[in-house]
């Protein structure tokens, strides 16, 4: 999946960002399904919030870390597109 600058990620119904204090991290939770998100993952999640479109976090995010634009969206779109295929992300075009 390529993602467009205006295509707007969006956690569908039942997934949610969710801290597992017991494992003492942060995790995707969907129904019958989890992942643990590392730093990063975390970064790029808290981006998400249904609209803000793949152009405006990836700004966001290299403007956050001092990073190139072309680096960042290349990382985000893998991101995005994976969860999105796993059905924890949907995209609005």
Same mark, same amino acid.
């Given at each position: 999946?390529?993602?467009?600058?205006?295509?707007?990620?969006?956690?569908?119904?039942?997934? #949610? !960002?969710?801290?597992?204090?017991?494992?003492? #991290?942060?995790?995707?939770? *969907?129904?019958?399904?989890?992942?643990? !998100?590392?730093?990063?993952?975390?970064?790029?999640?808290?981006?998400?919030?249904?609209?803000?479109?793949?152009?405006?976090?990836?700004? #966001?995010?290299?403007?956050?870390?001092?990073?190139?634009?072309?680096?960042?969206?290349?990382?985000?779109?893998?991101?995005?597109?994976?969860? *999105?295929?796993?059905?924890?992300?949907?995209?609005? #075009?």
């Amino acid at each position: 999946m390529t993602l467009e600058a205006n295509d707007v990620p969006v956690m569908p119904r039942g997934v #949610r !960002l969710h801290f597992d204090k017991v494992r003492d #991290r942060w995790v995707l939770l *969907a129904p019958e399904r989890t992942i643990s !998100l590392d730093e990063i993952a975390l970064a790029i999640h808290r981006e998400i919030d249904g609209i803000r479109n793949f152009e405006a976090i990836v700004a #966001r995010l290299a403007e956050t870390y001092e990073a190139p634009t072309a680096e960042i969206a290349e990382d985000v779109s893998a991101y995005i597109a994976g969860l *999105a295929d796993r059905r924890f992300l949907d995209i609005a #075009r």
